[in-house]
């Protein structure tokens, strides 16, 4: 099973799930930006990723700098607050998978994920070659 916390509006989020999609799987797909996040839900993320909150907060395109985030004294406690109330400042995707779980920028970090890679040769969204003609991973 794999599942991806995504957010549809987001070209990253969108070029991994194509990538676990042409791979021939068919994951769970969470719209955190509509779902919102719970507390321990990014915690155990977090902490199976190996991310800390601060690594894990989007900071560009996300209302982080507005809100005060980005300055390094705001502890991980008020970040988790803040994702909760505002889910969009959470970096995306995060995919989880039997291989592990990670936070997929860029978009191709998500075949370190999957046991079967989508058919060669296969570009991202933006036109750039990620797979070969031979399969093999030029990124």
Known sequence: MIVIHHNPQCGTSRNVLKIIQDAGYS???IDYINDGWTRNQLQ???AAANLTPREALRTSKSPAEELGLLDLSVSDEALLDAMQQHP?????????SAKGVKL?????????LL???PSGPY???DGEKIIDEAGKRLI
Do not use: Q
């Open 27 to 29: 994951p769970v797909v």
């Open 44 to 46: 155990a993320l977090f």
């Open 88 to 96: 969009v400042l959470v970096n995306r995707p995060i995919v989880c």
């Open 104 to 112: 997929c920028r860029p978009s191709e970090a998500v075949l370190d």
């Open 115 to 117: 046991d079967t890679w």
């Open 123 to 125: 570009f991202k969204e």
